[in-house]
């Protein structure tokens, strides 16, 4: 490791994203080691910022949303908790939206962190939403951090006509360089991009970066990618640590004043576990505060299951994608219910059902809404969401179906081969009601192939329910031992 001088300084960054409010420890082996959790987070942050002189600790992204005392908190307890490990600075995620554009400014303000992002912004005004860039001043060195958001959020944004977005991945890239190029006049000794794009649109946008801009690393999220050493791309490290908090990424660099680069690095992917360090006991206690309330609140029995459904990945027809299908399609008399396998967060229920289960499995709770399409439009979806390119792990956009709904897909052909509504073949010309939900609607295009105009052009859509979450608790309440199977709805060959 090469010594520090005044002209070279070491610095230690630690890094999580996608904790997803993974707040609690568990236990693994028959010693019962803890293993992830805020606690032995929080305990090790301690550690580091004694052992060494130069420690930050930044977030990339989705904080929130994962665990029901951040649903039944709407991410306030995720920002009280994070407030207490005092992230040295924090961007968005998609999920920072999940309750809504004004929630998140609200829990900004509680925030006793900097939250930046430089690609979003107020429509009318031109105005950016947040700071786009922060730079912090560590041992005489001038440290410059950006935020950059995946374009997931602008579907989560279209629910909220006043914001706007730079998010495509050539705009983001120009959104950098202006800000590079309008602070050169600081002496910034490290530039470092915080990302909530994916890995593999981390080493896209890289690529696009001028090196005249400085840019010296990219620490992201939202792929959830777990990495043996970081990439390299364009002269920028690029790297991610994983989901949730049984890990944490550790960046020890040494960054020269002279050229404003790194000189020396090592990155460990560290596992946190009680190996590694003290639980925080004061921090545990807090969490815990929060539980006992959930816990009184929804660990109740509303119904029981035949035996225990799967949702095993998100990229075909499961058991309890047809089970969540069939209940909402009993609302009222429905061609086609399309659920998005994403809203679907668990992989098992049952056989017994808490109200803590289902809003684990199914935390958003937004409406349902009726369409009429000809047989054409529902051809034109299924053959969309069906083919192969949107089935890839991670990044598919794919849709669990009511029983009597059965689609074949031909991979080697890359065409829909038939589409069937209780075993008649479905005709161009005829009339059928679909059942979306209020995200996909908002978001046609990009998960239906078919345009908010064209999907209208029948009949503006209805809203069946205000709240789907409160179809699910009532039907599970008042139908016990239900069953379901994968059927072949959905046949890809």
């Not at 020890?252 to 596992?271: A, H, M, R, Y």
């Not at 809003?359 to 969401?385: E, N, R, W």
Request: one cysteine or more; a negative charge.
């Amino acid at each position: 490791m090469v010594v520090a001088t005044e002209k070279l300084k070491k610095f230690t960054i630690l890094h999580s994203n996608d904790m997803h409010g993974d707040f609690l420890a568990e236990t693994q082996g028959a010693e019962g080691h803890l293993i992830g959790g805020m606690s032995l987070i929080s305990g090790y942050l301690k550690k580091v910022r004694q052992e060494e002189e130069n420690v930050l600790f930044v977030i990339s992204g989705d904080m929130v949303q994962g665990s029901m005392i951040d649903t039944e908190y709407k991410g306030i307890s995720t920002i009280e908790i994070m407030n207490y490990l005092a992230p040295d600075v924090v961007t968005i995620g998609n999920h920072e939206l999940d309750y809504g554009f004004s929630h998140l400014l609200f829990l900004e303000k509680m925030a006793n962190f900097p939250i930046i992002n430089a690609n979003l912004y107020i429509k009318k005004y031109n105005k950016r939403l947040m700071n786009p860039y922060l730079i912090l001043n560590v041992d005489g060195f001038n440290i410059m951090f950006m935020g950059i958001v995946t374009e997931e959020v602008l579907k989560s944004l279209r629910l909220d006509t006043s914001i706007g977005e730079f998010v495509k991945l050539q705009d983001a890239a120009t959104e950098v360089g202006k800000i590079c190029n309008a602070y050169k006049n600081e002496d910034i000794d490290l530039t470092v991009l915080l990302t909530h794009i994916g890995f593999e649109e981390d080493q896209k946008l890289a690529a696009m970066l001028k090196p005249e801009w400085g840019v010296d690393m990219i620490i992201g999220g939202h792929s959830h990618t777990f990495l043996d050493q970081p990439a390299k791309v364009n002269d920028i490290l690029i790297t991610q640590a994983g989901v949730g908090t049984n890990q944490i990424g550790r960046f020890d660099i040494v960054v020269d004043d002279d050229t404003n680069s790194i000189v020396e690095w090592k990155w460990q992917l560290i596992p946190v576990d009680d190996n590694l360090a003290e639980p925080d006991v004061d921090l545990k206690k807090f969490i815990a505060s929060f539980k006992e309330e959930v816990d009184r609140k929804y660990n109740r029995l509303i119904g029981r299951l035949a035996r225990q459904l799967v949702h095993p990945v998100r990229e075909r027809e499961t058991e309890l994608g047809n089970l969540i299908a069939d209940i909402f399609a009993q609302i009222q008399m429905i061609d086609v219910v399309l659920v998005g396998s994403g809203s679907i967060r668990g992989t098992e229920l049952g056989p017994s059902i808490t109200l803590n289960d289902l809003k684990k499995l199914y935390p958003y709770d937004g409406p349902l809404s009726v369409a009429k399409v000809t047989g054409t439009q529902l051809k034109q979806i299924f053959a969309y969401f069906m083919r192969p390119e949107n089935r890839i792990p991670g990044e598919s956009n794919y849709f669990q179906v009511n029983k009597g709904v059965e689609a074949v897909y031909n991979d080697a052909d890359k065409k829909l081969e038939s589409l069937k509504i209780k075993g008649k073949v479905v005709e161009d010309d005829s009339q059928y009601t679909l059942c979306l939900q209020e995200y996909h609607v908002k978001n046609s295009v990009e998960s239906l192939n078919i345009t908010a105009e064209e999907l209208t052009k029948l009949g503006n859509e209805k809203v069946l329910t205000t709240s789907s979450q409160d179809v699910l608790e009532e039907y599970f309440g008042s139908h016990q031992n239900l069953n379901s199977h994968v059927e072949g709805r959905l046949v890809q060959k």
